[in-house]
């Protein structure tokens, strides 16, 4: 794992709720927990989200389900351990038009658990399914120019913004700004698997 990544990653263990947050995949049959977060996330803050999420507003249950079993797909939820809700949701997909690059579409803490570090350590389960699709190789990201919550996270996990602006783009509650990209390379190391995100075992370098 790079360095940038893997210290932010130590620190948010460290310091974040995560003893009451469980971080991992949704499994196919919570759909329905995923499709309540996601739509809660649009609801709660859809300046900050791209247009083509509006899609999402049209899905049929059974389009739900089918995005959990996707194999080019990986998506987690942060699980509050009392109420095993999530409170947060990360989204990330192959790149269908170029297969070795990693589309990190979403990260997102409901209002009622952030400032907990909980965002970095949403990356974690991308990293854990990235172990088996050693084809993909990079990582882009996009965000809403003047997202500083999703610039922050995109310095620490060692991302570069690159020149690439697409100006005066809609977003999903219909105002609109420039996106700003950022990319890097997806590290290939035997420490590329993090601890539960409960757990208070060091991350290697």
Not at 72 to 79: M, T
């Amino acid at each position: 794992m790079s360095a940038p990544l893997s210290n932010s990653l130590q620190a948010a263990f460290d310091n974040s709720a995560a003893s009451t947050v469980e971080i991992r995949p949704f499994r196919p049959d919570e759909w329905q927990e995923f499709k309540r977060i996601r739509l809660e996330s649009l609801k709660q803050d859809g300046a900050k989200f791209r247009i083509e999420a509006r899609l999402e507003l049209y899905l049929t249950d059974e389009q739900w389900r089918k995005r959990l079993e996707d194999a080019d797909s990986c998506v987690a939820g942060a699980f509050d351990k009392k109420t095993n809700t999530a409170v947060g949701i990360s989204i990330a997909n192959r790149n269908p038009d170029k297969p070795t690059e990693l589309d990190v579409g979403a990260v997102w803490i409901d209002k009622s658990h952030r400032g907990a570090n909980l965002p970095i350590l949403m990356l974690a389960p991308f990293f854990e399914w990235l172990k088996d699709r050693p084809d993909i190789v990079s990582i882009e990201t996009a965000h809403r120019e003047g997202n500083s919550a999703s610039h922050a996270l995109m310095e620490k996990c060692g991302l570069i913004k690159f020149d690439r602006i697409e100006k005066d783009v809609e977003w999903f509650d219909g105002t609109r700004a420039d996106k700003v990209f950022y990319k890097g390379a997806i590290p290939r190391c035997a420490s590329t698997a993090t601890p539960a995100p409960h757990s208070k075992q060091p991350l290697k370098p």
